[in-house]
Structures are given as structure tokens and as C-alpha cells.
């Protein structure tokens, strides 16, 4: 028996872990390690609430080509400590009792693990566990570390020598002192020697990548949405920590000053924003990063950033809501809160990543238009994405950056009412010159009350009518960008007019990667099957997504969050328009399989039925 | 150029008699003095009556929102430090709404002056008590009995939380008004500037504060000294509690300075791109 089927399916590994047991570690250097040898994989990491010392879990897919999302099915859990399992039994259920996989899925527990739960025990005697002492044999070496004996044991099950896995730690330990060294290299060793005498040992065996990336990239969404922004030209940036946007912020702390830049640790969030508007007020592209608590802080300012035209980039990752929610698990649900938690008609952007490399692409997206356009841009990541590390092919450099349009250069010595400058002057795409200061005879004071073209306050009924349709009509551009969505087709050969998809699965930001591999199962059997990954959400991209449904019939939406908050949207902008949902909160996991299931009871049958009657 | 130069031509919707003109003519008398080029000069504030200030003075200025005056001085400030940034507002934007932000920019220590004109009500919302107003004040109908809580106490909060200048002027006092606006920017570091700026519409008691304010000990740079000095003083001591340099933030190294979106070579953004490269074995 093999647990990878022929044609190269991925493998999934996860790894349940205990206090202090160092699982998160063991996923990156095991990510790491395969990378290295050529393979692309994406590390899922889980905690629980505590700090040090509490539960965490971390799921490992593995493939020989790019892998965006986690499915279903586990080829290989491990589970350190029962009772810590239990509070992962959503997120990395354990098979059911009388299905396939509860067969072919291997199971180790570390000898010291406990007993199952009473609610887990029948499907955890289905499973045939092995025991093996991982614990026990890291507490016989002096300076042995469990998780390091693990990579050891998986090394050996990847077929990767021990020599990779252990220069892999020599590099990730290099400060150690020579004893810890010694103690690291001896525990890869046993855990290699471990795997040796199981017997299951080559069940594993994933087939070589058939061309070794020498390129690659290991990075998270977070690291990639920062890289993205100083890449397009940030270069300050204003944080208050929160899980789990944080790391972002550190990233930008460590980076920004090697070119100039600079960050600002905030009081609170109010304050971070309004930093940001003080940053891109003088001219310098900025951008802070949060979640819904603290964008829910932030909206009374993103109001000023639209009413006085200032650039600003708000990175929103997401985790479980309402208020303190789930701050450690992802889930879509501030949508609403992006696109409607502004006070007054306040147009802005509202952009999504629809992968862990996609963060680049779109919060760099985010940073140019925020400048081009003189308003606020917010992108939306979530936990998943921000906090999962991926193996990927190495990204192409952003090469446009944020650019603001000035107004024309004076001598210097004329005095505004010579130029008689207008910082909102209402232009034909309602664009207006912006000035910085220190640029001469353009001085002006921004506002947030509503102003004249010269930036004068005035409550008077028509200067704030042709400010408002000036505000919204300057972003009407971006609804045509060629950026707006990920479109593609399963299978993706070249469809004949006759095999045109009549199906689509609409989306948006993480969940694209599950969808598209929902599609392509869903294609196995049959149909074939669009999928629109939306990246624009605001101002919505109503043409370019009228077009990429015609032909479409039967259309699935996709989301994680419990309301269908973006259906909803979906709805306000087509009323017309007939589509199912299915929407998941978080912190489970929305797969590729059930989308494909959920798909299938409600559109397959019906699709069937209407080829047989164009046959 | 002369003080009337600094004047823009909007004019101010404040009520006759209110003393913030004095502060206006008294910030143009300053940046006269001290020569400030209007290009290179911003003015924050945040909302309120104060707040206002921004549009009636020619330089740049950003009116943002209530109470996050000192959060976007911060931000520009960080990000263009060759500006001038002076920060200002009145005592419900700064110490009510902004009071979190207030003690964080004395401990931060950027090198901005924060001028509060301080009339002990708020005016533009019609009267309300706010954290100066005395204890029983019972003018408004929102606090019929009086706050019936002490007031803030500006000056004694900004040197505990670490501001290296302090000082309190009258806005019935344009001189010595000026030269504290002139010293307060002079100070390397956050500098705040308490003005008494009476609102004669609310609280035309208020016009008394001519004959009651009064000198205060000399400067010190004695911390402990000057707490006993504000502690002791009646509200009313105008004059320098404190001052005291420290290191200014940020602490670039090198004295590297944020020069805008063109600031970081290509090669920098390279190397910082390396860390994501992963090696394969050989």
C-alpha cells in the first residue's frame, strides 16, 4: 500500500504538539528542508491562546508543484499530546470511522501522548496508531531537543539525507554554543534511526520534483505584504501590535531603516493611522498594518484620508469576529467592516490577496493606488495567509512605484495667490495636483471639513455636491484594471465553444486557492469550471465580472466568514443575478473538498441535465 | 517677512473678544522673528475652535480630526524631519479625546512644539465642561451640577510623562506669549506651550484672568523642582516650569534622515529581498 496514489498528489503531514515542544520550529525548518530539495509546500501553523507552553499544531503540505491551499485528507499525523490534539480536532479532524482514509492515513503518537479523548477514542482505534518514543529519546541526550528529532524521523520518511537535515540545523543554530550543536546533531540522528526501524517508513516517499527550482522563495504573507509596500515605495510606517498583523509591522521595523525608511511604534491604533495620514500628507508613500479590532479604531481617520485626499495604506489581516473574536484564526469576515465602516459617501479602495505570494503583488497594488489616487487603500489578508509560510517560485520585482501627481514646477518665487494653486482643484479625472510641503507657492491647509477647490472650508450645498462626485469619479479608473480578479478555467486546456464552463465559482482573497483546486476535482468529473478570484472589491469591478460570467449559468460563492458578507455585496451590485452561496466561519478550514462537495449537490446534477438536452 | 505676511486671507469664524486672535497674531509674530520659511512650516491641529488655526496662517496645514493632532504631527515629522511641525488645538481636543496621545508625545520626544489654547469649555460644540473646567462649573446643561471632578492638570502631566519644555502663557500677554512660541521652537525635543485663551462667550469670568495670572519661579531644569513649582502654582503662573533637553527621536543611526519615496537604491531593496531566497542543495 502507498498513501501517495500515483499521479503525484500532494502530502500532508501534521504535527500536534505540547508545551514547549518547539512544533512551529520543526514546520519551518521542515519546510525549509524540502525546499531545499526542490519541492514546493505551505506550512500551516496553530496555536492556541497562550503565550509559551500552550497547545500548537502545525500542517505541512508538501507537492512537486506550487501548493496554495490545505485539503482534507492527512497523510501523516502526529500527535505529540492527546489532550492538546483535542483542541485541533476542528481544524485537523481526525478521519471518519468507516471512510477510506481512516485506513490510509498513519498515525504516530509520541509514547508519553496520553490517551485520546473519550469523543476521539473509536475513531483513534480505527486508525492503527504506532507509538514511538520521540520525547523519551530527546530527554536521554544532553541538550536534545524533541522537534529536532522529529525533523530527524520526517527527514528519514521524505527521503532526505541526515546530512541535509542536520546541516539545516547547524545553519539554523550557527549562536549555539558547541555543546547545544552537538545535542541538536545527535537528536536528528536518532529520530533518523527511529524512522529506520518503522515500518511505515516509505509510505511517505514523495515522488522528485521533476524540475529542481533553484529560485525559490520561503516567505509568509505578512513578510511578502510588507516586501510589497516597501517595493512600490513606503517607506514609513506606523504600528500598534495585534495579532495577527504584528509580524508584518516587525518586518517593516527591521527593514525600513537599511533604506531610509522609518516606523513609528503608536500609542493605539488611532494613533498609527493618523500617523500614516501625517506621513502621506509630506509626501511620503505609508502604510500601517491591523486587524478588525484595530481597523474598527482606524475608520474615523480612513474618513479623513478620503475627505482630505491623503494617501494611506491600512494592511487588514483577519482573524475570527466580532470584537476580541478568535485573534489567533483566520476568517473573512471584516469585509463589511472595509467597505462600509466609513462614515459620510466615503469612496476608497478595498483590495484582497488571493495567495500567500499574491500579498506582494497586491499590497504593492495598494501602495500605487493609493498615491495615484489620493485616498485610502485598504488590502485584506487574513491569518491564513499572513501567518502560513509557503515555498514558492522567486517573485519578480515591483518596478512601478507609488508616484503622486504634483503640480506643475514654479520659479519658486511667485506666492500662492500668483499660482493661486488649488489643492482640490476638480480636474477632468478629479485628480487633483497634490503639493507637498516644501514645494513653493502651492501652500495649503488639508482638511476633513468639506472644502472649496482651494481647500477653504465650506458647508455650502454645491461645493460639497461636486467635491463628493469628484472624490468617487476620480476611482472610477480602477474598476478597469487588468488587475481586478485571478480568472482561470479547469481543466485548463484551451476549451472548444462546445466545452465552454457554464459553471463559475465566484471568490475572494484566501479562499481562491482551495477554490481553484476545488475546480479542478470538480473538472475531474466532468464540467469544467471557472473560477474569478477577486482582488478588486472597491470600487467593485462591475464590467470586467459581467464579462468574465457570460455563458455562466450556475454560480457558486465562496467565502469564510458565517453572514456571506461578500454575497451580500455580490447581491447589492447584481440583483438580478442568480448564484448560490456557501460560507464558512473559521477557524476550520474551507478545502478544496468541500467546495467541490458543496458544488456538486447543488449544481452537478443540473448541469448534467442540461448537456444531456443540448446532446 | 513681517508677521502680517504669515496671515492668509480666510478669515477666522472665531467669536470677538476670543483669545485665540492673540494667539494667531502672536504665532506671526513668532515666525517673523524667527524668520520661518512658510514653505517648510506645517501647522496640525485637531477640531474645535483652536483647530481652526491651521487655515488662517500662510504655511501648510492639516485640520484633521478631534484629538489626533499630535499623532499626525508625529507621523510627518518622523517621515520629513527638515519641517518645522507645530502642533495645536484646545483642551477637549488635547487632553480629553487626545489625552492618550498627549502623554505619549512627551515621552516620545519628537521635536515638535504643541501649543493648547486652553479656555476650559468647549466652544464649538456650545459649552460643555471639559477636563479644565473647574469642579463646579455649572453653566452646562450637560453638567448641571458642575464637572464635579478636579481638572486636568496639563503642565503636571506633561512632566511626568517625560516632556523636556514646559511652559504656560496668556493669550491677553502677546509679548511674553511670543517669546515662549519662540523658545518653545527653539527646544530640541517635544516642546508643549499651556496658553490660557479665554472664550468670553462661555465663560466671561474668563476676563479676569488678565488681573490673576502672574510670574512664576525662575526656570529650572530640576525636575523634581519644577513639579513642586506647577503643583504649587494656582493655575494661573505664567513663564518656563521646565526645561531640559533630552535625546530627541527618533534616533536615526548615522543621522540618517527619511528623504522621501526615492530614498533607498535598488541594490538595498535586493539584498533585502535575499532573505526570502532559499539555497538548494548542491
Avoid at chain 1, 278 to 291: C, H, I, N, Q, Y
Avoid at chain 1, 381 to 403: P, T, W, Y
Avoid at chain 1, 578 to 585: D, L, N
Avoid at chain 2, 40 to 69: E, K, M, Q
Wanted: glycine share 8%; charged share 20%.
Amino acid at each position: 500500500m502507498s498513501i501517495i496514489a500515483a499521479g503525484n498528489k500532494p502530502v500532508t503531514i501534521v504535527i500536534c504538539g505540547s508545551g514547549g515542544s518547539g512544533v512551529a520550529s520543526l514546520g519551518e525548518l521542515l519546510l525549509k528542508l524540502i525546499a531545499r530539495r526542490g519541492y514546493y509546500g505551505i506550512l500551516k501553523k496553530s496555536f492556541g491562546p497562550q503565550i509559551r507552553g500552550g497547545e500548537s499544531a502545525v500542517a505541512l503540505r508538501l507537492d512537486t508543484k506550487p501548493v496554495h491551499a490545505f485539503d482534507d485528507r492527512i497523510n501523516l499525523l502526529i500527535v505529540l499530546n492527546w489532550s492538546n490534539y483535542a483542541r485541533f480536532k476542528h481544524e485537523f479532524p481526525l478521519p471518519p470511522k468507516t471512510s477510506d482514509s481512516s485506513t490510509s492515513m498513519l498515525t504516530i503518537q509520541d509514547s508519553q501522548a496520553g490517551a485520546p479523548e473519550d469523543e476521539l477514542k473509536p475513531m483513534a482505534d480505527a486508525l492503527s496508531v504506532a507509538s514511538l518514543p520521540f520525547m523519551e529519546k530527546a530527554q536521554e541526550v544532553p541538550q536534545g531537543r524533541a522537534n529536532i528529532l522529529l525533523l530527524g524521523f520526517l527527514a528519514r520518511c521524505l527521503n532526505i539525507s541526515l546530512k541535509q537535515a542536520q546541516n539545516l540545523v547547524t545553519q539554523r543554530f550557527r549562536n549555539a554554543d558547541n555543546e547545544t550543536q552537538l545535542g541538536l546533531a545527535t537528536s536528528a540522528e536518532i529520530g533518523y534511526a527511529l524512522a529506520e526501524q518503522w515500518p511505515d517508513k516509505d509510505l511517505l516517499t514523495i515522488p522528485q520534483a521533476q524540475d529542481r527550482h533553484t529560485d525559490s522563495w520561503l516567505a509568509t504573507g505578512n513578510q511578502l505584504a510588507a516586501l510589497g509596500a516597501l517595493e512600490a515605495g513606503v517607506r514609513f510606517a506606523a504600528a500598534y501590535p495585534i495579532t495577527p498583523a504584528s509580524d508584518a509591522l516587525e518586518w517593516l521595523a527591521q527593514e525600513l531603516p537599511k533604506i531610509g525608511g522609518h516606523l513609528v511604534q503608536a500609542e493605539d491604533e488611532l494613533a498609527a493611522i493618523n500617523m500614516v495620514l501625517g506621513a502621506g500628507f509630506g509626501g511620503v508613500p505609508a502604510m500601517t498594518a491591523t486587524s478588525g479590532p484595530g481597523l474598527a479604531l482606524m475608520t474615523e481617520t480612513m474618513g479623513l484620508a478620503v475627505a482630505s485626499e491623503t494617501p494611506a495604506v491600512v494592511l487588514n489581516v483577519m482573524r475570527g469576529g466580532p470584537s476580541t473574536g478568535i485573534p489567533t484564526k483566520s476568517e473573512q469576515a471584516d469585509l463589511n467592516l472595509a467597505l462600509f465602516g466609513l462614515h459620510g459617501d466615503a469612496p476608497h479602495i478595498v483590495l484582497a490577496a488571493l495567495s500567500i505570494p499574491d500579498c506582494h503583488t497586491t499590497s504593492a497594488w495598494a501602495v500605487q493606488l493609493a498615491s495615484q489616487y489620493q485616498t485610502l487603500a485598504i488590502v485584506l489578508s487574513d491569518q491564513f495567509l499572513g501567518h502560513s509560510m509557503q515555498v514558492m517560485q522567486s517573485l519578480g520585482k515591483i518596478n512601478e512605484q507609488a508616484r503622486l501627481a504634483k503640480p506643475p514646477r514654479t520659479s519658486g518665487q511667485e506666492t500662492a495667490e500668483d499660482t493661486a494653486y488649488l489643492r482640490y482643484l476638480d480636474t477632468a479625472t478629479g485628480i487633483s495636483p497634490m503639493a507637498v510641503p516644501g514645494d513653493p507657492a502651492c501652500i495649503y491647509t488639508a482638511d476633513g471639513l468639506e472644502h472649496k477647490e482651494s481647500g477653504t472650508p465650506s458647508p455650502e450645498a454645491d461645493v460639497h455636491a461636486r467635491q463628493l462626485e469628484k472624490r468617487q469619479r476620480k476611482l472610477e479608473p480602477i474598476r478597469k484594471s487588468a488587475l481586478w480578479a485571478e480568472v482561470s478555467q479547469f481543466p485548463d486546456t484551451p476549451a472548444t465553444d462546445a466545452h465552454q464552463p457554464r459553471a463559475a465559482i465566484i471568490c475572494w482573497g484566501s479562499v481562491s486557492g482551495a477554490a481553484r483546486e476545488a475546480a479542478q476535482k470538480i473538472a475531474e468529473s466532468g464540467d469544467p469550471v471557472r473560477v474569478i478570484a477577486m482582488r478588486l472589491l472597491a470600487p467593485f469591478p462591475k464590467r470586467h465580472l459581467e464579462e468574465s460570467l457570460r455563458g455562466i449559468d450556475s454560480i457558486l460563492v465562496v467565502e469564510q466568514n458565517h453572514e456571506g458578507q461578500f454575497s451580500r455585496y455580490l447581491a447589492s451590485q447584481f440583483p438580478a443575478l442568480p448564484f448560490a452561496t456557501y460560507c464558512q466561519p473559521g477557524p476550520q478550514i474551507l478545502t478544496a473538498s468541500i467546495i467541490a462537495r458543496k458544488f456538486n449537490a447543488r449544481f452537478t446534477q443540473r448541469s448534467r441535465q442540461n448537456q444531456e438536452d443540448r446532446g | 517677512m513681517k508677521a502680517k505676511d504669515y496671515k492668509s486671507r480666510v478669515k477666522p469664524i472665531w467669536c470677538p473678544g476670543c483669545g485665540h486672535y492673540s494667539v494667531l497674531n502672536a504665532l506671526t509674530k513668532a515666525f517673523s522673528q524667527l524668520e520661518l520659511n512658510p514653505v517648510d512650516t506645517v501647522l496640525v491641529s485637531g477640531i474645535g475652535c483652536s483647530s481652526r488655526l491651521p487655515a488662517y496662517i500662510n504655511t501648510y496645514g492639516f485640520h484633521g480630526i478631534h484629538g489626533r493632532a499630535l499623532p499626525l504631527a508625529t507621523g510627518l515629522k518622523v517621515a520629513r524631519p527638515e519641517l518645522e511641525v507645530i502642533a495645536l488645538g484646545g483642551d477637549g481636543d488635547g487632553f480629553s479625546i487626545g489625552g492618550n496621545h498627549f502623554i505619549h508625545a512627551c515621552r516620545r520626544n519628537v521635536n515638535i512644539l504643541y501649543i493648547v489654547m486652553d479656555n476650559e469649555v468647549y466652544g464649538m460644540t456650545k459649552g460643555q465642561a471639559s477636563p479644565t473646567t473647574p469642579e463646579l462649573w455649572d453653566q452646562s446643561k450637560l453638567t448641571p451640577r458642575g464637572p464635579e471632578v478636579p481638572p486636568f492638570q496639563p503642565c503636571a502631566v506633561a512632566l511626568a510623562a517625560g516632556a523636556g519644555f514646559i511652559g504656560r502663557a496668556h493669550s491677553g500677554d502677546p509679548k511674553g506669549l511670543t517669546q515662549l512660541i519662540c523658545q518653545g521652537m527653539d527646544h530640541p525635543g517635544f516642546a508643549f506651550l499651556h496658553v490660557l485663551s479665554q472664550c468670553i462667550t462661555y465663560c466671561p469670568e474668563q476676563q479676569d484672568w488678565k488681573s490673576i495670572t502672574h510670574e512664576i519661579p525662575p526656570v529650572t531644569s530640576d525636575r523634581a523642582l519644577a513639579m513642586q513649582n506647577i503643583l504649587q502654582d494656582d493655575g494661573f503662573g505664567k513663564g518656563i516650569f521646565y526645561c531640559q533637553p533630552r535625546a530627541v527621536w527618533p534616533h536615526l543611526p548615522g543621522g540618517a534622515i527619511l528623504t522621501g519615496p526615492s530614498s533607498g537604491g535598488t541594490d538595498q531593496i535586493e539584498e533585502i529581498r535575499q532573505q526570502f531566497a532559499v539555497h538548494a542543495d548542491a
